[in-house]
């Protein structure tokens, strides 16, 4: 321990360094459980030191951890890297559906909608596209449509990169890097939602008045083909002036209205974006999640689950329905954006 804090280690590790080395990995990550910790603690007594965090800094100098390493993702035991079967599997799982449509199944009848103007809105440095929004005039009215990325056309429920999905069970977001849940070559590309490319879709239409009140709507797997992909930043730009941006904005507005009319609670927190930059600097910047784009990709995106949840509701079928208990004390109605009430009505 002390030649490695001194900088005399050589770089070639026996067998004995080994085992010192994953004895000081368990003291350091689990401390007190660590079944090593008598050990660990005594080990470090020999070598005259007291304090746990030095136990990083040898790891450090000895090249077993990076100056930087997330100690989290160790300690929970979380995947960073996909084992090599599940790599196989999505390269070959992404040369088959090259040509998708064409060399899909014929089991899944569906709409094609391919000729439809279709958007994503999403954050700036969003690779994986999930969601596609339409909006066509009818009548007086309009038909609007939220497109999901059907994931399931291409991969099969037990197969090896589905047994790995549910494990991770999400893509986790950090400052430097992101752990996705499906293999990139999957999650960036057969199964994003790309300008240009054909892909499936489960299709939520929904047919609305001229006063856009919700008149019927109904849900359907599809073909899309997305033409523009835009940033929130840019649907913000085009928020004043951009007709379908203005009748989806207005809609969900008067949809939100709806859900408080309802008893729903708009607890307005501000969302801070952290990441590292280009030059390894961490850079902070606060995002309004009240931004015309936001509101209404929020917005449609809840109704589509609503509509989801009564599509299975009203046949019947099982499912996993997320709900909250109401709020044991209302501190305001409607929208509040004084951020104490805010911390306090979500408490």
């Known amino acids: 321990l002390k030649g490695v804090l001194q900088g005399r280690h050589g770089s070639a590790a026996s067998s004995a360094d080994n085992e010192i080395i994953e004895i000081l990995k368990s003291l350091y990550l689990y401390q007190k459980d660590s079944p090593y910790y008598d050990l660990g603690k005594a080990m470090l007594s020999k070598a ?4 746990l965090d030095v136990v990083f800094q040898v790891l450090v100098k000895a090249g077993v951890w990076d100056t930087n390493e997330n100690i989290d993702l160790i300690k929970l035991e979380v995947p960073v890297t996909f084992p090599p079967h599940v790599q196989e ?31 994503t809105i999403d954050g700036q440095a969003t690779l994986d596209f999930d969601d596609a929004i339409s909006l066509e005039r009818e009548g007086d009215g309009f038909r609007l449509g939220v497109h999901i990325i059907d994931v399931a056309q291409f991969i099969a429920r037990g197969d090896a990169i589905d047994q790995e999905a549910l494990a991770r069970g999400s893509s986790i977001y950090m400052p430097d890097y992101r752990i996705p849940m499906l293999p990139r070559n999957l999650a960036e590309d057969r199964c994003s939602l790309k300008a240009g490319a054909l892909r499936p879709a489960i299709t939520t239409r929904v047919r609305l008045s001229a006063a856009l009140d919700i008149l019927s709507w109904e849900i359907f797997p599809s073909i899309v083909r997305v033409d523009q992909q835009l940033t929130y ?3 913000n730009l085009m928020s004043e002036d ?13 949809f939100r209205r709806f859900r408080h009319d309802a008893g729903a609670v708009q607890i307005s927190l501000p969302e801070i974006h952290v990441w590292i930059n280009a030059d390894g600097e961490v850079a902070v910047n606060r995002i309004n999640r009240e931004s ?10 809840i109704m589509t689950n609503w509509l989801g949840a009564k599509y299975l509701a ?16 209302r501190l305001y109605t409607g929208e509040e954006y004084d951020l104490f009430k805010n911390v306090m009505q979500r408490r």
């Open 48 to 51: 005259e030191l007291s304090d």
């Open 242 to 254: 951009h007709p379908d941006i203005i009748v989806l904005k207005d809609f969900a507005a008067k």
């Open 233 to 235: 930043y840019d649907a």
């Open 292 to 301: 015309p784009g936001r509101m209404l990709v929020s917005e449609l995106m």
């Open 89 to 119: 599997a999505a390269l070959r799982l992404a040369e088959e559906a090259r040509d998708y449509p064409t060399a899909a199944p014929a089991a899944v009848s569906r709409t094609d909608l391919s000729a439809l103007s279709m958007m």
């Open 314 to 329: 009203d046949r019947g079928k099982p499912a996993v329905y997320r709900s909250q208990p109401a709020p044991k004390d």
